[in-house]
């Protein structure tokens, strides 16, 4: 019969093995999520409107495409969103709506990265980080 100590050992043993067989989901990691996702789709556009809201540039941006998105539970849920943008044909001065903008021509698009913080139960999202790259 095993001792108590050895036993404690071998389950930590275990517990271990099987995290590390099985540990393809952390607790507090970094984890991919489909980019056609509702809930990744509804952050991407509030990610974009307050990047719109707080650039000094002159133009309105839009989504051309989402890249890939990862999420990560914390003190709500982080989103990290790379997505595709490109600018518009409309001046931010301008009283146009924003979703009948079109893309300008040559089309100026951007690589960004955006991290989202969204806490559910109190119903708030927080754009976090965003940086962007002017595409070749």
Known sequence: ???????????????????????????????????????????????????????????????????SAQYQVVAGIRYVLNVEVGRTDCKKASTIEESSCHDSEPAKTFLCTFSVLEVPWESSKTLLTSTCKVQQ
């Open 1 to 67: 019969m095993m001792s108590a100590g050895l036993c404690s050992r071998v389950l930590v043993a275990l517990s271990l093995l099987s995290f590390y067989v099985y540990g393809a989901i952390l607790v507090g990691g970094l984890h991919d999520e489909d980019p056609s996702d509702p809930e990744v789709v509804q952050n991407v556009n509030f990610a974009i409107n307050e990047f719109n809201q707080r650039s000094n540039g002159e133009y309105y941006y839009k989504l051309l495409k989402i890249v």
